[in-house]
């Protein structure tokens, strides 16, 4: 199957910045989307940024310019920059991906990290 390895969260200061990292590995043809989402206590999860193969961009409103999501395909591997860190940035920040398993078969299956703790406060 698929593994999905996060690292880099953190207790940081407002203001302060991480990088947080992730890197599949396993039984994979080809990765389609990769991204990161967050849950904060008590509330559902939500997006905070996606990336295509191709390297297009999506990210929450209230993370634009200030976090940067990128990628490398030869390593299967997302990265989320994070800027400007402030207490509402709190959660657990999972990372995904969207994994075709098969050249045979073009179907995509998302798989989930175990989750890393970014916590900013001072």
């Known amino acids: 199957q698929v593994q999905l390895v996060e690292s880099g969260g953190n207790l940081v200061q407002p203001g302060g910045s991480l990088r947080l990292s992730c890197a599949a590995s396993?039984?994979?043809?080809?990765?389609?989307?990769m991204g990161w989402d967050l849950q904060a206590p008590g509330k559902e999860r939500e997006l905070v940024a996606a990336i295509t193969n191709g390297g297009r961009t999506n990210y929450a409103d209230s993370v634009k310019g200030r976090f940067t999501i990128s990628r490398d395909n030869a390593k299967n591997t997302v990265y989320l920059q994070m800027n400007n860190l402030q207490p509402e940035d709190t959660a657990v920040y999972y990372c995904r991906a969207d994994v075709v398993l098969s050249r045979s078969d073009s179907s995509a299956f998302r798989f989930w990290g175990q989750g890393t703790q970014v916590t900013v406060s001072s």
């Open positions: 396993g039984s994979i043809f080809s990765i389609n989307s």
